[in-house]
């Protein structure tokens, strides 16, 4: 099956927005096992884009279409479709029903030119939109299937995954089996150091296929079988999950589409525990990043940036004596990191207390290179544990990457401590 | 001037990156008068991407590609263009130079499929990469103006820049006047808002031209002329600048494209001024914003993610009658948002204290709705300002939006000291 994507509309050509769409559609596309060959963005512009609709007609099997479905007399791409297509534009009743609705709830009088959002094209199922009003479409002529979905990514995504996805497994992936997919998550390990460990698997795969994305200091491998059903797909899934889990057990937090910090939380959560940071070179994103989790209200107690010396002292009490001096370990040292955790953790009476304190650059601090840091790791009744990390990248990424190598540090030791429990 | 876009590559069409490359060189193409027509995205192969060099070659005076110029056997973007304009290849002595070196200074041999990254086309102009190895190309033939640009974002762009655009400027644009541009920031106000407010200056438009970009809780405009000379743009910039700025003269933050954290840090380190931050359901993003600036550690002292009750009296002395009790207001209200701003401003001995409670959802809090968010400004000598917001959106939305509000009322804040300094 061979598709192409087309999306519509001219603040893509202007560069005002990224074309989010077409990444998502393509991964998703990728795991029904159907190859993308082209995505073209064309303009609001009924002489081009029907030139664009011509071609991919002419070349693929499945043509999915994004954006141009909005009120104006912009939106064209209904319009267009139905003139390539020879066939008639109808008001969809129940799409037209949603939006007299949405206007009168909110007591406001709808323009006519919002009737456009309820056009639905001769012979094609309407493809309801639940979190808007432009209702897609999905049709098939002379051997080409095309999807018709709306602009915005709140309104695509739950439109592809509700409504176009099971139309195209029930009448376009009639004789294929559906396809299941299990993401897994590591962290602590880079993409390149995880491909290697996973090359022959990568390399013999056929199904289940393997596929491998970096982003944000973690690695998704996502797994994907076609099957007759889902129970016959998990045994598969479950099997090969366990074949690349041994190849680095310590890395892998997750078996589902999680950031690390949520899997913390959770656990955490779960087991009544605490948590408390103490932050420099960070400057919050460690507390940004666990309190991003809804729920973490429960085990995230309290978060320190103390960025200067003053306020390493003031606020979590670290001697003067560590600071500065010329026998002084300094701010960005060891010690210092595994007072800040243990202080912060006393501070706030929390089972847990982290730490970071490096130089995320520009510019050296003490003599100290940019990517220097140290983490440190305290808890109650345990030894403190501070790692160095020499980190490459620009502020930004340093700060990121010393924020998610402390994450994997907590995760690392509360798996160790469930595994104690058990 | 009609312009095409093509990316080339298989990671864009599996859906494992986004092409901001598309987006980065519509905006920069715009700003430079040319229209842009289509962008296709098409995979590494050999045919289908002489397909597309094929069709864009028909249609468009300038063709930019983007991707493909590796070392490896995928990458085929100069194969296909050289092969489309029946010219041979050659390896480039400079970029040969520079690859050799890079492996040199490393100690590592170089591959011999390195070599590839050098391949300049007959009669082209190799277009030096200052951030990677692969050399880019730009050739005139048939009428029809190709540049050649690697994928990587942090290649691609400095390239555009440095080598692309100004051959551009000297080699097709020859009868156009050069494009000058001012990005206008504008913080506190929305893009519908600020729409509303310039509408007839929008509508109006020929030269200069305006365009809004909203992000993250900011709008920019963005103002382009063309001119003879800079100080001839300059005369127009500034004078439409002035008419933009009258239109929201408390809402304009900056006449360049800096986010408004920097502009906070920047005035109050010029200053000599000092800040500090205690954080309820903002978790500490509003540290992390001021600290992601470099330079920040001058002025930002310190702050505090107080996220319980109990950490919001043991961390910043919020007095209990204000948090617990019938009569009490809450963790969310004005009171504590008043106090939070006062006590770690005094305990850091800072110029300023922000604060931030609120809920950020989901779920309510003390039967609070979510969205209901007071932040407090306090600064030495003068009374504590609190607002109330009333914010829509998920989780991040809302810690983003309470963010930026706060940054705004400081920046505020700051103008007002200065004018009455001045």
């Known amino acids: 099956m061979k598709a192409e994507i087309i999306a519509v509309g001219t603040e893509l050509l202007l560069g005002q927005i990224v074309n989010t769409n077409a990444q998502y559609l393509s991964r998703e596309l990728a795991a029904m096992g159907i190859d993308v060959y082209y995505q073209t963005v064309v303009g609001d512009n009924m002489e081009r884009l029907k030139e664009a609709l011509r071609l991919s007609s002419s070349r693929a099997d499945i043509v999915i279409l994004s954006g141009g479905l909005g009120p104006t007399q912009d939106d064209l791409t209904k319009d ?3 003139s390539l297509l020879n066939r008639s534009l109808h008001i969809d009743r129940m799409a037209m029903d949603r939006i007299e609705r949405f206007f009168q709830d909110r007591g406001v009088v709808m323009t006519e030119n919002n009737r456009r959002q309820a056009i639905a094209i001769e012979g094609g199922t309407p493809l309801p939109n639940e979190t808007g009003l432009a209702v897609g479409n999905a049709i098939t002529q002379d051997g080409t299937h095309y999807i018709v979905l709306p602009g915005p990514p709140k309104e695509l995504i739950p439109m592809f995954e509700q409504q176009a996805k099971p139309w195209l497994l029930q009448h376009v992936l009639t004789d294929e089996l559906p396809i299941y997919s299990k993401m897994l998550k590591f962290a602590g390990i880079g993409e390149s150091a995880l491909d290697e460990r996973l090359s022959d698997l990568i390399t013999e795969q056929t199904d289940p296929t393997i596929a491998l994305y970096a982003k944000d200091g973690e690695v998704t491998v996502r797994i994907s079988t076609k099957a007759a059903s889902e129970s016959e797909a998990m045994v598969r899934l479950d099997e090969l999950q366990e074949r690349i889990r041994e ?3 310590e890395f892998m ?3 589902e589409d999680v950031p690390i910090e949520k899997v913390i939380v959770d656990t955490m959560a779960d087991r009544g525990l605490t ?3 103490a932050e420099s070179c960070t400057g919050g994103l460690v507390a940004e990043s666990l309190t991003s989790v809804p729920g973490s209200a429960t085990m995230f107690l309290g978060g320190i940036v103390s960025y200067t010396n003053e306020m390493k002292r003031k606020l979590v009490h670290i001697p003067q004596a560590l600071l ?7 701010a960005v040292s060891r010690e210092v990191a595994q007072a800040l955790a243990e202080n912060v953790r006393l501070i706030t009476d929390s089972d847990f207390g982290l730490s970071v304190t490096g130089v995320a650059g520009p ?8 990517g220097l840091v140290y983490i440190g790791l305290s808890q109650r009744g345990r030894e403190t544990e501070v790692h160095e990390l020499n980190l490459q990248g620009n502020r930004e990424t ?4 010393a924020t998610k190598a402390l994450l994997y540090r907590l995760w690392r030791r509360l798996v160790s401590e469930g595994s104690e429990q058990a």
Chains 1, 2 share one sequence.
């Not at 500065?324 to 300094?330: N, R, S």
């Not at 340093?398 to 990457?401: P, S």
Request: proline share 10%; net charge positive; glycine share 12%.
């Open 80 to 82: 267009a479709l139905a």
């Open 247 to 249: 190849r680095g057990p």
């Open 253 to 255: 937090y997750a078996s």
């Open 275 to 277: 948590l408390s940071a």
């Open 324 to 330: 500065e001096g010329d026998d002084a370990p300094g």
């Open 363 to 370: 510019g050296y601090a003490e003599r100290k290179p940019v």
């Open 398 to 401: 340093i700060r990121l990457r």
